[in-house]
């Protein structure tokens, strides 16, 4: 967090991920579910950039997606300088090491099968050429520097607790010296009083290697603790991205607006004085996306505009874009024009 | 909204649980997952129980209804009052008269607590008709009347849909719908928004705040999240390794919480607004696994200010004026 410096290390550009849908006795291709569609940001060097947003928002798919854990159907992602959006499988392989995810459940992502050494040593055997003893070396410092005792690496993942599990995930992540991690919802399932603890463990994991983070969470109260930037998401696009003050201090889109205000607060004197915006109704199906603005049937703020011409995703402040026919401006329509500035 | 509802402090007690005992046989030994734990719940009020899991809370509700499996459960002691009767004295065939009548429920994840092969009126019309004995036809009627309660649009068609075809919020409503059929007197809520999206969560705590208005009915609200129960509660209690550690009126708690246990829970979550923290305060180690009835505080062992007493006596519920107690020598200043 401290040693950031003003260059992307990951860059997205228009990202689209649909998913087919069949239907029908011979299968046909009968729609798509427009799960990410058309997300564009960057990720700095050293930052971590929260991306937040309900379920089904489309926000684990454009993690995954950046990793190219699946074709994409259309953008580009560069990552430190590679352009990876169209790359086969096959060439991917080498760049594996320097992009990692952490997964939300460390219960099912762990192989029961294995013990913890040999989960943690398996990107070793897969990417290196270490000898078994560097690799033992290697293995047992990773389990020091996630804080899990060395005694207990011939155990399975059954023995440990969700906190220790989630170390464990974490140290696996960290053994081929990434750069870049994407952390989707590491701390969801995990209680308050442990939750705490991985989150420390995350930041000082990045101050130690430099990690670049994409932390994904539905949590907001913790990604205002943990990002520098964050990006909010609502039906397969970003609709909101700014520096973290500015966002949680004055959100411009209303559905950003919405959202903080639904965040319930540990204090019972503020919680009730708060005006609290409560949105009707559901998240539309990303499969029928309604016509113009995605939020349009949900936003108190709805224009005619709004029903009929999609916003652009634009720069109205240094640093802060958002999709909203509100802060439609002539300005420069271009997200990609001009980085975001420096965040200390 | 949600202020104004606070009982008064003479109200009649509903329910009234005390010393409840609940242990599981398992392989090799015994879980103690609840220890005498005691509260009274009064007539219109909000009661917040809070805890991590495995610390009891869910078990305390399912214990005082007769829900658990036994075995591996049993209840081994306490006393269950409600409307003249000891409910863990009763017949199966009598509790099952208070269950979803006079004491309805809901349930964290509307998605397995719904049957899926049954349409959401039949489902609503089942407690109608089993407790209250009334036709198919008013049965229906009042089905119809409790989906516009809990405010779903096109009650009446919706009434033949099956559960796959509602949202997660809408599904959360329908248990709430089939949760008040019988006019219950008091509704056990267990962690109903916790599977839900904040925004929905807002919604569903706006709904049962104004019915509970309504209806009048006394509320228990089991959550882990504590901003959740700042905005709902009247009084809450806060559990940890199978007992109340602390009970407090809400606003009384979260100003002057006494246990190190209920203070370091509310310095690990981070806010949403004010002041940021530049470094999350841990709380070390694991919650416990309660292998026998408990000799000593079960927070000992993460607790930054305990004493020797902690380690050989556990401590009862010392009263701290006011309504508000907690279990621990070092707040009692018993050192």
Known sequence: ?344 | MPDGAMPLAGAASVLDVRNLKTVFRIRGGEVHAVNDVSFSLKAGELLGVVGESGSGKSVTMMSLLGLLPMPPAEVRGGTVRFEGQDLLQIGAEDLRRVRGGRIGFVFQDPMTSLNPVFTVGMQIMEPLRTHMGLSKTAARARAQELLELVGIPGAKQRLDDYPHQFSGGMRQRVMIAIALACDPQVLIADEPTTALDVTIQAQIIELMLELRQRLGMAVIWITHDLGVIAGIADRVMVMYGGQVVEHAPVKELFANPQHPYTRALLTTIPRISGARAHRLTVIQGQPPIMGAAPTACPFRDRCDVAIPRCAVENPPRFDLGGGHDAACFVAKGAV
């Open chain 1, 1 to 344: 967090m401290l040693d950031q410096d003003n260059t992307a290390l990951v860059q997205v550009r228009d990202l689209k991920m649909h998913f087919p849908i069949h239907s029908g006795l011979l299968r046909r291709r009968t729609g798509a579910v427009k799960a990410v569609d058309g997300v564009t940001f960057d990720v700095m060097r050293g930052e971590t950039l929260g991306l937040v947003g309900e379920s089904g928002c489309g926000k684990s798919t454009c993690g995954r997606a950046i990793l190219r854990l699946y074709d994409i159907t259309g953008g580009e992602v560069t990552i430190d300088g590679t352009a990876i959006g169209q790359m086969g499988q096959g060439a991917l392989r080498p760049l594996r090491p320097t992009m990692q995810m952490v997964f939300q459940d460390p219960q099912a992502s762990l192989n029961p099968r294995m013990t913890v050494e040999a989960i943690i040593r398996e990107p070793l055997d897969e990417h290196t050429r270490m000898t078994g003893a560097e690799k033992a070396d290697k293995v047992a410092e990773l389990m020091d520097a996630v804080g899990l005792n060395r005694r207990f690496a011939k155990r399975y993942p059954h023995a440990f607790s969700g906190g220790q599990r989630q170390r464990i995930g974490i140290a696996r992540a960290l053994a081929l010296n990434p750069k870049f991690i994407v952390c989707d919802e590491p701390i969801a399932a995990l209680d308050v009083s442990i939750q705490a603890q991985v989150v420390n463990l995350l930041e000082d994991l990045q101050e130690k290697y430099g990690l670049t983070y994409l932390f994904i969470s539905h949590d907001l109260s913790m990604v205002r603790h943990i990002a520098t930037r964050i990006a909010v998401m609502y039906l397969g696009r970003i609709v909101e991205l700014a520096p973290r003050d500015a966002l949680f201090g004055d959100p411009l889109h209303p559905y950003t607006r919405a959202l903080l205000s639904a965040v319930p607060e540990p204090d019972p004197t503020r919680a009730r004085a708060r005006d609290r915006i409560v949105l009707q109704g559901d998240v539309p199906s990303p499969a029928n996306p309604p016509k113009g603005c995605n939020f349009c049937t949900r936003c108190p703020a709805v224009m005619d505009v709004c029903k009929q011409v999609e916003p652009t995703y634009q720069q109205v402040q240094p640093g802060r874009f958002v999709a909203c026919h509100l802060y439609e401006t002539t300005g420069t329509a271009d997200p990609t024009a001009g980085h975001p500035p420096h965040i200390s």
